[in-house]
C-alpha cells in the first residue's frame, strides 16, 4: 500500500470541492454562501445537513454527522482511507506521489490502464448495439431475457472475431500496444498480435469505485474456441482471488445491512442487482478466498445467504464457503435451489417472487451441513453416525470464535441427537496463552499488540475529529508507556500534539502533517479496515482497557521475575510482595469522563 508524499496530499486539499464530492448523493438548495439538503445519514423531512462555500466540512445538525471529503466517502460509500484518496485524486486531476518510486510507477501505469479498459469497455458495448456483427450476440442476450436496460445497465458487450478492428480503434484512440498486452486485452505472438477476446459476450469486471480492470467473457456459438466462460488473465490491476463480481453496485447497501447473497456466476449477480437485490456479489471463477470474505467482514457484514447452483458442485462450493464465514462469526444460510438451477434460470423460468421464498426458506449452515452430510452415512449405525458427528465436530473446532464454537455444539448436538457432553461441550479448556508474533501491520503473522494499538488508534482517528470526548479519553488514561507498537506510540503522540494546537481537524490534514513516511504508511495501512460505528464508543472504551489490563499484568510479571531470581535480600524481596499484593489488587479502569 503506497504511502503518498504530504506534498501530493496537500495538492489533493487545495483541489477539492467539497460541494462538488457530495452533490452525487445529497440535492443541495443554495442559500448564500451556504448549501442545504437532506441528510444522507439519517432519515429527514426538513434540511438540515450544511456545507459551507469554501470550507472543507459538513455538519448535519439533526445526527451530528460531520466531517471532509474523504469522511464521507469513507463512512457513506464504504472506501478505505487509500480508495478515498485515489477517487478525490482522480476526481480533480491531481498526480499522487508516493515516497516509493515502485508505487509511483504503479499509480502512473494504474491510470494508463484503467483508461485503456474504460475505452475497451466501451468499444465492445458500442459493437454489441450498434453492428450487424453484434446481432447475434443481442439475439442471445434476449432470449436468456436480458433486455436493452439491462444491457445499458451494466455496459455488456461483444467482442468481434475479426481482431483488426479493435486493435485499429484502440490505436487511434493513442494506446499503446504494450498497455493493451499489459491489460490482458491483446495477446502478442510471434507472427502477429491477436485479441484476448473473440467472438464473445462481454461483461466488464469492475474494482469497487466502478473503474473495468478486466473482462468476463461468455461464448454463445458451439464453435467458439475455449471454455464457456473466459476471464482476464492475472494483471497488475485484476487479482482472481481478491476480486469480489458486483461489489461497486451492491457495497452501499450491504454495508448499510451488513448482508450479502453470494452466487456463483456473473449473469447471476447481475440479474439479482438488476432486480434490486443489490446486496449481491460473485466469487470471480474461482472459489471463495479468505481474502473475499476479509473485504466482506471489513464491510460489517453479519450475514451471507449463498444461492449457489443446484448442483453436486454448487453444494459443495456452498460447504467450502459457508465455512469459511463461519470460521469469522459470520451467520450463514443456504439457499437450496432446485437441481441443476441457477438462480439466474430459476429467476426467468419461476419469478422472482418464488426466488424470494426460497431467500425467506434458506436454512441456517449447520442444518445444511448435517442434512447433506448425513446423505452419505447410515445413522442407524452408530460407527457411521460416530463418523459424522466428528467430521463435523472437527469442522467447528477450527472456527476462530470460542463462543461460535459453543453454540455451534450445541446446536449439533440438537440436530444429531446426540448428548452435549459427549461432543465436549461441558468440558472445560485449557485457558488461551497469551502468543506474540513479531512482524509488520501487512505480515501474515498475527502480532497482538499491533492489532490491539491499531484498533485503538483506527478508531481514534477516524471518529474524534466528531466525536472530541474519545481523545480526551484516551488523553485521560493513556500514558506513552502503555504502548508497545513504536511507530503507534510516535503517531498517538503526534496527533495529541497537532490536535492541541489545533493544526488538524479531518484525516487529510492529520496524514499531510506527518512527517515520517513510516507514519503515512502506518496510517493508511491502519484505515483500511472499516469499524463497527454502532458500537463506537463501546469497542473504544473495551480496546483502551485491554492496553490497561496488558500493562497491568506485564508490571504484575515484572515483579514476579525479580521475586523469584534469587538475587534479593529478604527486605527487598517483602518490599516486593507487598508492591505485588498492592498491584494485584488494584485492577486499572478506564476514566470516563
Known amino acids: 500500500m503506497p504511502s503518498f508524499t504530504k506534498e501530493s496530499l496537500e495538492t489533493l486539499r487545495n483541489k477539492i470541492d467539497l460541494v462538488e464530492v457530495l452533490e452525487p448523493y445529497v440535492r443541495f438548495t443554495k442559500s448564500g454562501a451556504s448549501y442545504k439538503g437532506l441528510c444522507p445519514f439519517h432519515e429527514e423531512k426538513t434540511p438540515s445537513f450544511i456545507v459551507q462555500r469554501g470550507d472543507m466540512h459538513y455538519h448535519c445538525f439533526g445526527c451530528s454527522a460531520h466531517g471532509d471529503a474523504i469522511t464521507f466517502l469513507m463512512n457513506y460509500q464504504k472506501l478505505s482511507f487509500q480508495e478515498a484518496v485515489e477517487f478525490l485524486a482522480n476526481k480533480f486531476q491531481v498526480k499522487l506521489e508516493t515516497s516509493n518510486a515502485n508505487f509511483e510507477n504503479d499509480n502512473f501505469s494504474k491510470k494508463i490502464l484503467l483508461n485503456a479498459l474504460d475505452e475497451a469497455t466501451n468499444f465492445y458495448n458500442f459493437i454489441l448495439l450498434n453492428t450487424k456483427e453484434g446481432k447475434s450476440a443481442l439475439k442471445y442476450l434476449y432470449s436468456r431475457g436480458i433486455d436493452l436496460d439491462f444491457i445499458k445497465t451494466f455496459q455488456i458487450g461483444y467482442s468481434l472475431k475479426d481482431s483488426i478492428v479493435f486493435q485499429k480503434y484502440m490505436y487511434e484512440k493513442r494506446i499503446k500496444k504494450e498497455t493493451l498486452e499489459k491489460t490482458g486485452l491483446i495477446r502478442i505472438l510471434t507472427s502477429k498480435t491477436v485479441d484476448f477476446f473473440s467472438d464473445r459476450i462481454m461483461f466488464p469486471i469492475r474494482d469497487a469505485l466502478g473503474s473495468t480492470i478486466g473482462f468476463s467473457a461468455r461464448s454463445f456459438k458451439e464453435n467458439t474456441f475455449g471454455g464457456k466462460y473466459i476471464n482476464t488473465s492475472e494483471t497488475f490491476l485484476f487479482k482472481k482471488s481478491k476480486v469480489l463480481f458486483g461489489l461497486n453496485y451492491s457495497r452501499k447497501r450491504i454495508a448499510k445491512e451488513k448482508k450479502a447473497i453470494i452466487v456463483e456466476g456473473q449473469i447471476d449477480a447481475l440479474r439479482l442487482i438488476h432486480l434490486g437485490y443489490n446486496i449481491t456479489i460473485a466469487s470471480q471463477g474461482t472459489s471463495f478466498t479468505k481474502d473475499h470474505v476479509e473485504q466482506l467482514v471489513n464491510l460489517g457484514v453479519k450475514e451471507v445467504f449463498l444461492a449457489f447452483d443446484g448442483d453436486r458442485a454448487g453444494i459443495e462450493a456452498a460447504i467450502k464457503t459457508g465455512d469459511l464465514f463461519q470460521k469469522n462469526a459470520i451467520e450463514v444460510y443456504v439457499v437450496e435451489l432446485p437441481a ?22 434458506a436454512n441456517d449452515y449447520l442444518s445444511f451441513l448435517v442434512k447433506t452430510l448425513s446423505k452419505k452415512y447410515n445413522l442407524q449405525s452408530p460407527s457411521q453416525k460416530n463418523e459424522l458427528i466428528q467430521k463435523i465436530v472437527s469442522q467447528i473446532k477450527n472456527w476462530d470464535h470460542p463462543l461460535m464454537i459453543h453454540e455451534s455444539l450445541r446446536k449439533l448436538a440438537n440436530l444429531t441427537k446426540t448428548p452435549e457432553e459427549i461432543l465436549g461441550i461441558n468440558v472445560k479448556e485449557e485457558p488461551n496463552i497469551y502468543i506474540k508474533k513479531q512482524g509488520s501491520i501487512s505480515n501474515i503473522d498475527v502480532n497482538f499488540d499491533l492489532v490491539l494499538e491499531t484498533d485503538l488508534l483506527r478508531i481514534l482517528f477516524l471518529e474524534s475529529f466528531s466525536n472530541p470526548k474519545l481523545k480526551e479519553i484516551a488523553k485521560l488514561n493513556l500514558k506513552e508507556e502503555y504502548f508497545k507498537i513504536t511507530v503507534a506510540k510516535n503517531l498517538y503522540l503526534k496527533f495529541l500534539e497537532l490536535k492541541e494546537n489545533e493544526k488538524i481537524n479531518n484525516l487529510l490534514s492529520l496524514a499531510i502533517n ?79 469522563l
Not at 340 to 361: A, M, R, V
Open 340 to 361: 441443476n438451477k441457477d438462480p439466474d434460470t430459476f429467476i426467468i423460468e419461476k419469478g422472482k417472487d418464488e426466488f424470494e421464498k426460497y431467500l425467506k426458506q
Open 514 to 592: 506527518l512527517d515520517d513516511a513510516e507514519e503515512r504508511l502506518f496510517l493508511s495501512e491502519m484505515l483500511h479496515k472499516k469499524i463497527n460505528k454502532e458500537i463506537i464508543e463501546e469497542t473504544f472504551i473495551n480496546t483502551l482497557q485491554k492496553i490497561l489490563d496488558r500493562y497491568w499484568m506485564e508490571k504484575r510479571e515484572e515483579i514476579k521475575i525479580k521475586i523469584q531470581s534469587g538475587r534479593l535480600d529478604d527486605d527487598a524481596v517483602t518490599d516486593l510482595a507487598k508492591e505485588f499484593d498492592k498491584i494485584k489488587n488494584t485492577r486499572p479502569k478506564v476514566n470516563l
